[in-house]
């Protein structure tokens, strides 16, 4: 199930969004060793877990964390605006119709099939949300590996400017042009999904 999580519901309390920020904690700080606080010791949150975030979350069939990614508005301050402006040539994409994938997170520990059915149906889930709300483009921040791999999906993702070595490891400013060609060229690609988007209707 993909939930799509935001102002409007997020005053619930999601099993969901709960193992979503205990993820993140296990795989930016535990394996990637992000030098960032962990609220209590077991979550990951940072100044832009605000009201105006909006989740994608990918969940099991208890509402367990699968994947997740975090997008913000670029019309307020975000992370490639507010931190890395020098990865970007020129003016950082910004505007109503462009959002900004932070923190996109799949869960260690579950099997290697399950993540990529699970990473597969966020992608997807991202996509269509992207149709679905009039957003035009994704902009982001990925370590050129990771980049690289992004470049492999099928959509159209760009680099905004060159690498840069930041603590140790090259980054790269990125942006992601979304139309209604773009679930197609997903799935020319192989990645398809069967998740149906919805929001939590109730507490978990």
């Known amino acids: 199930m993909l939930l799509i999580v935001d102002s409007t519901n997020?005053?619930?309390?999601?099993?969901a969004m709960r193992t979503m920020f205990e993820?993140?904690?296990?795989v930016f700080i535990d394996l990637l060793k992000w030098d960032i606080p962990a609220l209590a010791g077991r979550y990951e949150l940072?100044?832009?877990d605000d009201v105006h975030a909006t989740y994608l979350i990918v969940?099991?069939?208890?509402?367990?964390?699968?994947a997740s990614a975090r997008l913000l508005l670029t019309t307020r301050p975000a992370l490639l605006d507010s931190l890395f402006p020098g990865l970007v040539a020129g003016e950082v994409p910004q505007g109503p119709d462009v959002?900004?994938?932070t923190r996109f997170c799949l869960s260690p520990?579950?099997?290697a099939r399950q993540r990529r059915i699970a990473r597969d149906a966020l992608l997807v889930g991202l996509a269509e949300?992207?149709?679905?709300?009039?957003?035009?483009?994704y902009t982001?921040?990925?370590a050129l590996p990771w980049f690289r791999q992004i470049q492999t999906f099928g959509w159209d993702c760009c680099a905004l400017g060159e690498p840069v070595l930041h603590r140790g490891q090259a980054l790269v400013g990125l942006r992601i042009d979304i139309d209604t060609s773009t679930v197609g060229k997903l799935a020319s690609a192989g990645i398809v999904s069967n998740a149906a988007a919805t929001t939590p209707a109730r507490a978990a």
């Open 59 to 66: 969940s099991d069939g208890e509402g367990t964390h699968l």
């Open 23 to 26: 993820a993140r904690k296990r």
């Open 109 to 111: 520990g579950i099997g």
């Open 99 to 101: 959002l900004e994938i």
């Open 140 to 142: 982001g921040v990925a």
């Open 10 to 15: 997020r005053a619930l309390e999601h099993k």
């Open 129 to 137: 949300f992207a149709i679905g709300n009039g957003i035009q483009a």
């Open 46 to 48: 940072d100044q832009f």
